[in-house]
């Protein structure tokens, strides 16, 4: 694929490539790297890797919300219950302005982000691309 990605036949999918010693450095890490470095096109491919890399947690959180649920219902919850549970969560969960945190909105802003760093990459703007991917750690939502 590129210098920095490659497709494992194993697993089925794409995967950053080095050996285990750079497999230790985060991908927001390597990002930044090739941004120093002026690799825009490898900065491009990390950056959508980080997105691949986020979404496998993502959809990991989702499910087991639903697998939960369905456990509880099955272990006798009620409704009332779940819902209980659920406003427990949220309650503990709020951001540090008081906001209700948003699964859906954080992910949404994730991306967009990461659409920023690629359009300043292909700008060749390292300077501009940096901060965003700092933003993609603690994503601005979080802080408005």
Same mark, same amino acid.
């Given at each position: 694929?590129?210098?920095?990605?490659?497709?494992?036949?194993?697993?089925?999918?794409?995967?950053?490539?080095?050996?285990?010693?750079?497999?230790?450095?985060?991908?927001?890490?390597?990002?930044?790297?090739?941004?120093?470095?002026?690799?825009?096109?490898?900065?491009?491919?990390?950056?959508?890797?980080?997105?691949?890399?986020?979404?496998?947690?993502?959809?990991?959180?989702?499910?087991?919300?639903?697998?939960?649920?369905?456990?509880?219902?099955?272990?006798? &919850?009620?409704? %009332? @219950?779940?819902? /209980?549970?659920?406003? +427990?969560?949220?309650? $503990?969960?709020?951001? !540090?302005?008081?906001?209700?945190?948003?699964?859906?909105?954080?992910?949404?802003?994730?991306? &967009?982000?990461? %659409? @920023?760093?690629? /359009?300043?990459?292909? +700008?060749?703007?390292? $300077?501009?691309?940096? !901060?965003?991917?700092?933003?993609?750690?603690?994503?601005?939502?979080?802080?408005?």
């Amino acid at each position: 694929m590129s210098a920095v990605m490659g497709f494992s036949d194993i697993i089925g999918r794409r995967v950053r490539l080095g050996d285990w010693q750079d497999q230790k450095i985060s991908t927001y890490r390597k990002i930044h790297e090739a941004l120093d470095e002026g690799r825009f096109e490898d900065a491009i491919e990390l950056a959508a890797y980080f997105v691949d890399e986020g979404k496998v947690c993502w959809v990991l959180y989702r499910q087991w919300i639903l697998d939960l649920e369905g456990f509880l219902t099955d272990q006798g &919850a009620t409704a %009332d @219950e779940l819902a /209980a549970v659920t406003k +427990q969560i949220e309650d $503990a969960i709020v951001l !540090p302005d008081g906001r209700p945190f948003d699964s859906d909105a954080h992910w949404a802003q994730f991306n &967009a982000l990461i %659409d @920023e760093v690629t /359009a300043y990459c292909e +700008q060749g703007d390292a $300077a501009a691309a940096k !901060p965003m991917t700092s933003d993609c750690r603690v994503p601005a939502i979080t802080r408005e």
